[in-house]
DNA sequence: CTCGGAATGTAGCCTCGGCTACATTCTGTG
DNA sequence: CACAGAATGTAGCCGAGGCTACATTCCGAG
């Protein structure tokens, strides 16, 4: 408690950030938003892969709501970026680098949808806004959203 | 109460949502973003006209850490849109519906910084990762986040 | 009133993440 | 075992949102 008026009585109207202030956390929300669709990639792929064994092109396509070639394109994204690998024909597969990245962000998934319902935010509601939300939660902040968790 | 363990038991490593679910949650997440940048644009340009008076390109540009030349063209965009007016070498200003959105983005930017504070997110991150977040809150979670603060 | 530096605008290039259309490969069924 | 249909892959297009380089316009100091 006492959290909540750190400073907000005139700030309203008036008082804009310092110029490189506001430039970095813009630049770190631009910066966060490359990286999100790997993420998700990786995620889906991981999921795939221990739920039913498989990941196939079309069905991350289809997961996604994408055409399956912007998958296949993405995919490709993923082997240059190290996080998988797929032999043509073979299915997709998920190096350490990918899988631990999946981890994280499974984890990180879970940590925000269940702050979301810890809050009040219905169910899919709280499913759906997660998806876009995780991109951009922080360090720090996932941290204070697992102590707030912990102290329910 | 109870509000925390919907489901929580099994979900992890099972339990993928329905096919179409998924992607229609992949599907808004990626509209989102869409719109993102025109929001921060039209919240940044209310906030200098309101502060300074006008709204120039270069400030503009370095207040999101761009170039002027993207800004500049994004401020196009906003013209096509509908949301800006700028006659060349005049500044920007804001068409009603500009006024009007951005009125509705500052508030939610507002409720989401909030909601960061409120369960314990350090001040530097919640204003930082609230820019990327925002757009992010559907309204069923504004409401939600609304609720909480209230009965802070 | 002129002239130089700052602000503004234009052009052209890049990557990402979509798409459709078409080509190739795999595979299950008759 | 052949072949149709599904899955996979390739090519080429588009718009958004970055960038640099260059051209133009504005404005204040001398």
Redesign the pocket.
Known sequence: MSVLMVDSPIRSASALPEEPTQASRFGKA?TA??????EDYVELISDLLESGGEA????I?RR???????A??????LKREGLAV??????VFLTEAGESLAARVRARHRVVVDLLLAVGVPFEAAESDAEGIEHHVSDATLAAFARFLARS
Do not use: E, F, N, W
């Open positions: 631009r938003q490359s990286g999100a669709l790997l196939r092109p079309t069905d396509a996604l709501g994408v055409a399956h070639a912007t296949i394109k993405t995919i490709g994204r797929a032999k043509p024909y073979r299915g």
